[in-house]
């Protein structure tokens, strides 16, 4: 018997190319997100949007909370738009979205402009954020899953990596332009993004779910035909079936099924799950970093560099959970973990905050900048990948883009109150804000511990059978599954697709 082929090396080059090119909804959000945090440091920018004093705090907030807005409308129309129009046109409406706010932002000439182009680029990725993972999650084979969902998370870590490093290269730049150049590098990502999705496949459930059959055995043969032909049929016939007997519900009636008794438990942890990257603290301390920096004694071009850096420690933790733990590690075991990690480093912060504020102390300071990029760090490995993959494969087919679409709904809800909280909480009562995420994180572990079940290495209609739904068995399936070839020559791959393509359209048309 062949052992199962978990992670990155159980991929073909075109699952991983297509994986990559729809993670870069993770990459628009990453320079979306973290190029504000930089604008909101240059001095040029206070000058020009809060006036002489350079300081307004309602305005602040309103351009950080308002992308929030956009983005809670952008997450409620992708939960209509990943059925209707299907997960990969979501993405290019998106991008379209996005592209326009970008250019807002860029020649924003009074604070209404520039938060209403953030509250479009919001919309655009709330849209992108929670389409990726779905779509990635139905690309994939049950043993590989963590990997591609979690090259979105990479790239996610990736675009804030580089949007620290626009907004330093910005403070080099003359006036205005310091800011205008590094909000104008929102839009080429999007560009890319777009042109993409005309190379894309669609999702093979979402085809078998509109009974186009012979084209969704097309795509899993086109992606994951170099593991034979007996583990994509399994997989096939499995998904069909489970399709098959969740049909009949009114796609109307969808929405109200996540909060009956059947559903309610997947419909709360989801929403746990995406809220708690808010809750976190990660959320708050990406954005505010640089006001952290500053109460820690750093001034003028150190925050921002200081800042770019930070954005190393998440890729690098984001590196290591895609390619050694992603798969190896039970999910349970990841998100348990990682929130008792976090809420100790967030005490730890809070203490030298605590005593070191004010750069009083310069060692006690670099000690409180080390724990905020071990935080970074900690909150990619955890979470940045694990989070999505567990919120993309807990719903049904059915209820898979709604419930996703929900969940990030709330998600952005929160980020709105919690973005213009921070801004005055960090004037108001300074370190003391950080208990807040500290009993966040104790909650959200022991929740995790009592009602999480384990889905590593589940198809996504087995998962369904954790929460007590009635599923499809097939004999064989999982044998089958791991013992399939490492890799077929090129030959019998090119001939094994062919074979099944042909006799899924004769099927088809039969």
């Excluded at 992108?128 to 084979?141: D, H, I, K």
Aim: hydrophobic share 50%.
């Amino acid at each position: 018997m062949v052992k199962r082929i978990a992670g990155h090396r159980g991929n073909s080059t075109r699952s991983v190319l297509v994986g990559l090119a729809i993670s870069l909804a993770g990459f628009l959000y990453g320079i979306d997100t973290g190029i504000i945090a930089s604008t909101i440091a240059h001095d040029s920018f206070k000058r020009y949007m809060y006036g002489p004093r350079m300081d307004n705090a309602s305005i602040q907030a309103g351009i950080v909370s308002g992308y929030y807005a956009g983005y809670a409308v952008g997450s409620a129309a992708a939960a209509y738009t990943m059925d209707r129009i299907s997960r990969r046109w979501t993405l290019l409406f998106a991008c379209c979205i996005s592209i326009i706010g970008a250019i807002l932002q860029a020649a924003a000439i009074n604070p209404a402009m520039m938060i209403v182009g953030r509250a479009l680029s919001g919309s655009s990725t709330g849209m992108v954020y929670p389409t990726a993972p779905v779509y990635l999650a139905e690309l994939s084979l049950a043993e590989n899953r963590g990997f591609l969902v979690g090259l979105k998370g990479l790239m996610n870590t990736i675009g804030f990596l580089v949007a620290g490093f626009i907004g330093y290269a910005g403070a080099f730049a003359y006036g205005d332009l310091q800011w205008r150049i590094p909000l104008a590098t929102q839009g080429p990502p999007a560009v890319l993004l777009a042109i993409l999705t005309a190379f894309l496949p669609y999702s093979p459930r979402w085809l078998a779910q509109r009974e186009r059959y012979g084209h969704a055995k097309k795509v899993m043969y086109s992606l994951h035909g170099h593991r034979g032909d007996d583990v994509v049929e399994a997989e096939f016939a499995e998904m069909c079936d489970q399709i098959r007997l969740e049909a009949g519900s009114s796609k109307r009636e969808n929405f109200k099924k996540l909060f009956t008794r059947q559903y309610i438990r997947r419909t709360l942890l989801a929403c746990l799950i995406v809220n708690m990257q808010k809750l976190s603290g990660s959320n708050v301390i990406q954005n505010y970093q640089s006001i952290l920096y500053t109460s820690l004694g750093y001034e003028g071009n150190t925050v921002l560099l200081i800042g770019a850096l930070y954005g190393f420690s998440a890729v690098i933790g984001q590196i290591i959970n895609v390619f050694f733990t992603a798969d190896h590690w039970t999910r349970r075991k990841t998100v348990i973990g990682g929130s008792y990690t976090l809420a100790v480093l967030l005490a730890v912060l809070t203490a030298l905050s605590y005593f070191y504020a004010d750069g009083v102390n310069p060692a006690g300071s670099r000690a409180a900048v080390a724990v905020i990029f071990l935080f970074a760090f900690a909150y990619s490995f955890y979470f940045n990948s694990v989070g999505w993959v567990l919120v993309a494969e807990i719903f049904p087919l059915a209820l898979r883009g709604v419930g996703v679409g929900f969940s990030v709904f709330t998600q952005s809800i929160t980020a709105i109150w919690l973005s213009y909280a921070a801004s005055i909480a960090f004037d108001v009562i300074a370190w003391r804000f950080y208990f807040v995420f500290i009993a966040a994180n104790l909650f959200a572990g022991t929740i995790y511990l009592l009602y999480l079940p384990e889905t590593r290495f589940l198809t996504l209609e087995e998962v369904a059978a954790k929460f007590g739904d009635e599923v499809v068995v097939r004999e064989g399936i999982k044998a089958k599954r791991a013992e399939s070839p490492a890799r077929p020559s090129p030959k019998e791959t090119t001939e094994a697709i062919s074979e099944n393509v042909e006799s899924a359209t004769r099927g088809m048309h039969s």
